[in-house]
Nanobody
């Protein structure tokens, strides 16, 4: 049974920082690509960042490029999303996901496993 558990969300002022963590279990770490997605009220779920199984190849979506960084520690079965210079428009529920392959994936349909999500609220 694959389990993904996000943590680190919360309320922060605009310009602040948060670090999200995603602890994975039930799969061999370093075997599957992983990603972060977010969904704001009334909007579709969108990719934020993704990384390959080894973490060597990463993707950062345009709206957060230069502010967010994705990383993973396969020894700890954990993926991270460092979010800096947060803006009000970053407010959303953030989800981590584990894909079905080792290569970089940015399409949500490529991810069969999802966490429950963690709320990030940025006040302006």
């Amino acid at each position: 049974q694959v389990q993904l558990v996000e943590s680190g969300g919360g309320l922060v002022q605009a310009g602040g920082s948060l670090r999200l963590s995603c602890a994975a279990s039930g799969r061999s770490s370093g075997t599957y690509a992983m990603g972060w997605f977010r969904q704001a009220p009334g909007k579709e779920r969108e990719i934020v960042a993704a990384c390959s199984a080894t973490g060597r190849i990463t993707y950062i979506a345009g709206p957060v490029k230069g502010r967010f960084t994705i990383s993973r520690d396969n020894a700890k079965n954990t993926m991270y999303l460092q979010m800096n210079t947060l803006k009000a428009e970053d407010t959303a529920v953030y989800y981590c996901a584990s894909s079905g392959s080792d290569g970089l994936e940015i399409n949500p349909s490529s991810y069969p496993y999802w966490g429950q999500g963690t709320q990030v609220t940025v006040s302006s």
